[in-house]
């Protein structure tokens, strides 16, 4: 029926829009006067924000408290997953990652289990960190960093006499979207759930095998970890820093510094097809210039303190914070110390490059922009 009177009109909008509501549908149209207010009113969803937990004073009390109150003989696993308060309650520190910390106590091991998600581990403190891998037992150090692929059996644990800490980077975001996230647990061999996968290959074995770049061993079977991600289950921080360091001097990029990607040995590219690792140093006295992309970005200090800015914030940098960079923010970093900046960081670029959405800018020292990809 016609409204008649604006009154009417206005009664009978309210209407149909708590109709449309209670009917699970949504008003793709313009409601306000503001131009394309359609498509504003179409994107006003949750956004992800730029945001920074601090090691020192948010995360790792919790870590040493939840230690202490939360034993392992009554959950398979004890970590703080960093919730982007933008995006809250749901389990996503950017909108398609998340990091967790976790602190492992001497002699604690986790049972096996396996998911859809895919993960590292980097290890922060402690010289006993342990994770087991589809039969390879792997001992990390601080700077490494272990792969568990989607669908791998693994576990996690502390082998030393004192606590050891790391933190994990997961698509579990992006997993969960799909609707393709599931879980596994009681592993089992020969019929008999147990509490540690036993070692099928020998220590060292990825660094055996992938740890020389451009030779590869054609007699071994290289389908590991699901098949699509790296075989090469751990990568040493002593390798990766004698790469920083051999680079410090080269100037041939003034956006990200030195950056070091962490690779597939043998298709080259990322590690994952939904997710890449880094490690940049800023070096002492060096601010980048702005760089923007359309990847989220989690940041990590390893060592050393400096400065970034997300956009209209800036954010201290102190070892082992982690700072949220939601895409299409311009980033810069700065060094005013006189050590180098050792950052981790991950990224989903490999997830936008194969859906055709990535793009990254920068600035020129005059302020120009530049598309670089």
Do not use: C
Request: aromatic letters at 10%; glycine letters at 6%; zero cysteines.
């Amino acid at each position: 029926m016609q409204a008649n009177t604006a009154t009417d009109r206005a009664a009978e909008l309210l209407s149909m829009y708590g109709e449309i509501e209670r009917k699970y549908m949504f008003p793709f149209w313009a409601r306000e006067e503001d131009e394309h207010d359609d498509i504003k009113q179409l994107m006003n969803g949750p956004k992800p924000i730029a945001h920074r937990w601090s090691f020192r004073s948010d995360i790792q009390p919790l870590l040493a408290q939840s230690a202490r109150l939360i034993s392992t003989e009554n959950t398979d696993r004890r970590s703080l997953i960093l919730i982007n308060p933008g995006l809250a309650p749901r389990r996503a520190t950017v909108s398609t990652l998340y990091t967790a910390y976790r602190q492992n106590d001497p002699n604690e091991i986790m049972p096996p289990h396996a998911h859809t998600a895919s993960a590292v581990r980097f290890g922060l403190t402690g010289k006993q960190n342990f994770t087991g891998v589809e039969g390879e037992d792997i001992t990390f150090l601080p700077g490494d960093m272990v792969l568990t692929p989607r669908d791998t059996w693994h576990n996690h644990g502390n082998l030393g006499d004192e606590p050891a800490i790391n933190l994990s980077v997961l698509d579990y975001p992006l997993v969960e979207n799909l609707n393709a996230l599931s879980f596994q647990h009681d592993y089992q061999e020969n019929g008999e759930v147990v509490r540690k996968q036993s070692a099928r290959f020998q220590t060292e074995y990825s660094r055996m095998v992938y740890g020389i770049g451009g030779l590869t061993p054609r007699f071994l079977d290289h389908r590991r970890g699901g098949g699509d991600s790296s075989p090469m289950f751990v990568y040493r921080y002593e390798a990766m820093r004698e790469l920083l360091y051999r680079f410090r001097d080269w100037d041939e990029s003034p956006h990200e510094g030195v950056l070091i990607e962490y690779t597939h040995p043998l298709r080259g590219g990322p590690v994952y097809r939904t997710m890449t690792f880094f490690m940049q140093m800023v070096r002492p006295g060096e601010t980048t210039l702005p760089l923007k992309q359309t990847a989220n970005l989690l940041v990590s200090p390893f060592s050393g303190q400096g400065s970034m800015a997300v956009g209209e914030q800036t954010f201290a940098l102190e070892p082992f914070d982690t700072v949220a960079v939601p895409s299409e923010n311009w980033v810069q970093y700065r060094n005013d110390s006189t050590e180098p900046l050792i950052l981790f960081i991950a990224s989903d670029e490999p997830a936008l490059r194969a859906m055709g959405l990535f793009h990254q800018w920068s600035r020129t020292a005059q302020g120009n922009l530049i598309e670089l990809v």
